[in-house]
Structures are given as structure tokens and as C-alpha cells.
């Protein structure tokens, strides 16, 4: 998820390196970093900043914006005319609505709470009809205004500390339910409060489960953030792996499945540092997690599970900035084995971007068809996607700039 906090457009005319430098330097983030990012020196990078080199063509423009978590792309080049967002989705049109839900804050309420074991229902069914969708947005955002209202009012309406404990268990679920469907549209200031209250009612909530579940969506609100947040990331994800050591002998499933989803998470951190060994030590801790749960387990929020192992080792590899080992994995990844149609349209996102880092970009544009026939709302939302397909518009390959053109168009980068 992402925050984007990029600046607003310049008041005054600035070369394209300035901006580069000032976006680098907000995002906290070094020469060497970003260099390595690139595939560059940071020789390079000082001379791009610097003037001495002029802006460099699309391709690697589209790399500095997606390495800098651009949220639009005329931030980074100046040029109005490239006003392309790219970490930013476009707003839903059931955004206004579920904001309004959210932002509503109730002291007081006439309306009945219903009990506890149908809004536990009503949310098993959410989560259920998220991973079955291809537009799980659309979904979800029908869903959420009453899910968010009813949840509220059973945190009002308790009579009991248990009955607190059991609402604002049920409240961070919706809160976290609601993450999904708000992350990468352009309202950040209203995913941090959503983040914020997740965590709050987790932990009033006293069930490790809650806390794991918030957690692991904040800890990558904070890393979406960009390199200056990865230490936040990490903080949250160890501190809630520490807690929850305790509980994992006699876990149930769902507990252990969010114990490991957060080790991977503490990996892909590491990966997006570019430290090698700690994203596949964690990877490796995740697996062995994996494989205590049941053959057929998929945990309802995180998709954890024996299944998606080896798309989060595609992850890895892509973050690291290995091609080949990408492409490898991805080939040992069986992505029919993912029951849900988002995460199976994610694992196809970065299975192009492993294809692209191995300079295979027609299978690139083919393992991005497959993410939009399983989910188009995925690709539609994803930078990293939309990034490839707009770089792979200006291909030298007539054939690859028309397939990415009309993928373009299917996904909102360009108009029809």
C-alpha cells in the first residue's frame, strides 16, 4: 500500500534532475540507493541531478518514477502533458461512500448493532467475495459503508468488557477489509486513518489474530512509503512476530498463517533493501511456516498459505533486481494453485517484472494479459504495471508497442 507523500507540482520551472533530486532526497533515499535501483553508477545519478546529462529517454524515466514512488509522472519530468499517475489508481466510484462511512465517527447511535455472529458472517463472505472477483473493488466498496456503520454501533452498544473485546476484534477486521479497497487510490491521508484505527482496535481487541492482521497491513503501508519508512516497516512486522512467538505452539491456523505471512513480509523488506541473504532467510522461516498449516489452507486476508510460496519467492527475486533467478522462480511457481483471483493477478504482475528485468518483455506483456484476464481491477491499480506497459508503448517492436497500447487502453493508461 502507499502513501505517495511526493510533492505537489513545482510553483517554478525546475530542470528535470533538480526534480530528481528533490524527489530522492524527500523519499530519504541515497545516490548509491538509487543507483543501484537503476542499474547505474552513482556517478550517473550525481551528473543526471547535476544537469550534465540530459533527461534520459522513457524507459528510464518510468525506472526513476518507479523507484522513487513517484505518485505522478509530471512531478518527476515537469512536463504536463505526462501527467500519468502511476502508484496512484484511480479513485473508485465507491470511494466517496466508504470515506464518508469512515470519516462518519459516531458518539451516539439510534441504529440496533446487530450480533456479533452475523457481522462475522457478513465479513467471512467479504473476504470470500474479494478473492473471488476479477473487480473485487467494486465488491468490496458495495459492502463496506454498512460493514464500517454496524461494526461502529457494536462497539458503542457493548455491555461488557468481552463484548468490547469481541467488537473491536470484528472493527479491525473491517478496517483491514477496508485497506484493500482504499490502497493505491488517490486518498493516502485517508488510508493512514484507517491504518491508525486498524491498529487501535486490534489491540483493544486483546486477539493476537486482530494484531497480526493490522500489523501486517501497516507494516506495508509504511514500506509503500518509500526507503525512509522501511525502518518503521520493520519495527512494526519484528515487534508483532516477538508477540506472537508466544501463542504459536498451541496456534490454530489462522494465527500461524499470520506469523508467517509477516516473516515474508520482514523479507520483502530486506529484499527492497537489497540485502540477499535476509529476504531468503525470512522466506525460508515463512516456508517452514507454510508447511505446518494444511495442504488446503488459505488464510482469508493474506492469502498465506503452502500455495502462494512460491509467488512470494518470485517477489523476492524481483526485488532484489535478479532477473534470471525471477524468471526461474516464476517458472517453479504454479500460479492455478492460488484459489484467489487478486493474488493470482499480483503473482502475474511480478512475473513481469521478472521477465522484463530478464529482458524478455514480450513474455512480460503476456504474463500481464493473464494478470488482467484474472483480475483487471490488480493490474489496473498497480504501478508496476502500469509502468512496463507505458515503456513498453515506445518498444523498437511494432508488434510489442501495439499488444502494450491496447493493454494500455483496457487498463486506463491511455484513453481509447
Not at 513517484?70 to 515537469?78: E, H, I, Y
Not at 494453485?337 to 499480483?346: F, H, K, M, Y
Request: hydrophobic share 40%; proline share 5%.
Amino acid at each position: 500500500m502507499s502513501s505517495d507523500a511526493t510533492p505537489e507540482p513545482f510553483a517554478e520551472p525546475v530542470a528535470f534532475g533538480q526534480r530528481m533530486q528533490i524527489l530522492r532526497t524527500r523519499r530519504g533515499m541515497s545516490r548509491s540507493v538509487l543507483a543501484g535501483l537503476l542499474g547505474k553508477s552513482p556517478s550517473w545519478v550525481k551528473q543526471v541531478e547535476g544537469g550534465r546529462l540530459h533527461m534520459p529517454k522513457l524507459p528510464m524515466v518510468l525506472r526513476i518514477a518507479e523507484a522513487l514512488r513517484v505518485r505522478n509522472l509530471s512531478d518527476l519530468t515537469g512536463d504536463q502533458s505526462m501527467a500519468v499517475d502511476l502508484f496512484t489508481g484511480p479513485g473508485h466510484a465507491r470511494l466517496p461512500k466508504v470515506r464518508q462511512a469512515i470519516d462518519s465517527f459516531p458518539l451516539t447511535t439510534q441504529r440496533e448493532a446487530p450480533p456479533s455472529a452475523h457481522l462475522r458472517e457478513r465479513l467471512s463472505r467479504a473476504w470470500s467475495a474479494r478473492h473471488s472477483a476479477p473487480h473485487h473493488r467494486d465488491v468490496i466498496g458495495a459492502l463496506l459503508p454498512d460493514l464500517i456503520r454496524d461494526a461502529q454501533c457494536m462497539a458503542l452498544q457493548a455491555n461488557s468488557a468481552s463484548e468490547r473485546r469481541v467488537a473491536q476484534g470484528l472493527m479491525a477486521e473491517v478496517y483491514s477489509l477496508s485497506q484493500f479497497f482504499i490502497a493505491y487510490q488517490p486518498d493516502s491521508s485517508l488510508l493512514w486513518r484507517v491504518v491508525e484505527r486498524s491498529m487501535i482496535s486490534a489491540q483493544e481487541s486483546e486477539d493476537p489474530h486482530a494484531i497480526g492482521v493490522a500489523a501486517w497491513l501497516a507494516a506495508q503501508a509504511h514500506r509503500d512509503s518509500g526507503h525512509a519508512h522501511f525502518d518503521t516497516a520493520d519495527a512494526v512486522n519484528l515487534e508483532t512476530i516477538r508477540y506472537l512467538e508466544t501463542f504459536l505452539p498451541d496456534a490454530g491456523n489462522d494465527v500461524l498463517a499470520i506469523a508467517g505471512a509477516l516473516q515474508f513480509e520482514a523479507g520483502y523488506t530486506a529484499a527492497r533493501r537489497g540485502d540477499t541473504g535476509t529476504a531468503w532467510r525470512y522466506w525460508d522461516t515463512a516456508r517452514a511456516m507454510a508447511d505446518r498449516l494444511p495442504a488446503g489452507y488459505f488464510h482469508p486476508v493474506t492469502s498465506f498459505s503452502q500455495a502462494v510460496m512460491g509467488a512470494h519467492a518470485v517477489t523476492i527475486a524481483v526485488e532484489l533486481h535478479a532477473g534470471a533467478e525471477s524468471v526461474r522462480q516464476a517458472a517453479a511457481a504454479d500460479a492455478a494453485t492460488i484459489p484467489s483471483r487478486p493474488r493470482r493477478a499480483r503473482h502475474r504482475i511480478e512475473e513481469a517484472r521478472g521477465y522484463q528485468l530478464d529482458g524478455q518483455t514480450e513474455a512480460a506483456l503476456a504474463a500481464l494479459d493473464k494478470a488482467y484476464e484474472a483480475a483487471p481491477e490488480t493490474i489496473r491499480y498497480n504501478g508496476y504495471a502500469r509502468r512496463i506497459v507505458l515503456e513498453e508503448t515506445d518498444s523498437k517492436s511494432p508488434a510489442q508497442r501495439r499488444r502494450a497500447s491496447e493493454l494500455a487502453v483496457k487498463i486506463g493508461v491511455l484513453a481509447a
